[in-house]
C-alpha cells in the first residue's frame, strides 16, 4: 500500500531528568521509598549504619526520645542526614519494639 514511511514514525520519549544537576546531598536519597527518611546510627567510636525508617516512627514516643539524643548531642539544626548517637543495637531493639508495636498481628502479653 504505502511506501513504508510511515513504520518510521519519530516517538518523542519526555521522561523526567534522572540525573538532577544540582543535588546537594540529596544523592543517597535516590533509594529511599516514598514516606520514609535515611538516617544514620551509631554512638561514638562505632561504625556509623544508615537506616531507612518510615516517617510515622518520627512521632512515636520511644523514637523521639532518641532523636532528643541526637539534639543534645549535635544540637537542633543537623544539616543532611539526621544522625542518632545511640548503639546499632540499641536501635535495633527500639525499631523492634516499635514494629510490634504498629503490627497489628502481634499480641500483648500484660
Known amino acids: 500500500m504505502g511506501s513504508g514511511e510511515k513504520s518510521s514514525r519519530n516517538f518523542h520519549l519526555h521522561l523526567p531528568h534522572l540525573h538532577h544537576h544540582h543535588h546537594q546531598g540529596k544523592i543517597q536519597t535516590r533509594d529511599v521509598p516514598r514516606g520514609c527518611l535515611a538516617?544514620?546510627?551509631g554512638s561514638q567510636g562505632e561504625e556509623?549504619?544508615?537506616?531507612v525508617v518510615p516517617?510515622?516512627?518520627?512521632n512515636h514516643p520511644l523514637f523521639i526520645r532518641l532523636l532528643k539524643e541526637a539534639e543534645e548531642e549535635y544540637g537542633f539544626d543537623q544539616k543532611g542526614t539526621i544522625t542518632i548517637p545511640?548503639?546499632?543495637e540499641e536501635f535495633?531493639?527500639?525499631r523492634c519494639l516499635i514494629d510490634?508495636?504498629?503490627s497489628p498481628s502481634s499480641c500483648r502479653m500484660f
Do not use: G, L, P, T
Open 39 to 41: 538516617i544514620k546510627v
Open 100 to 102: 510490634r508495636e504498629k
Open 55 to 58: 516517617v510515622m516512627y518520627f
Open 48 to 51: 556509623q549504619q544508615r537506616f
Open 92 to 94: 535495633r531493639n527500639v
Open 86 to 88: 545511640c548503639h546499632v
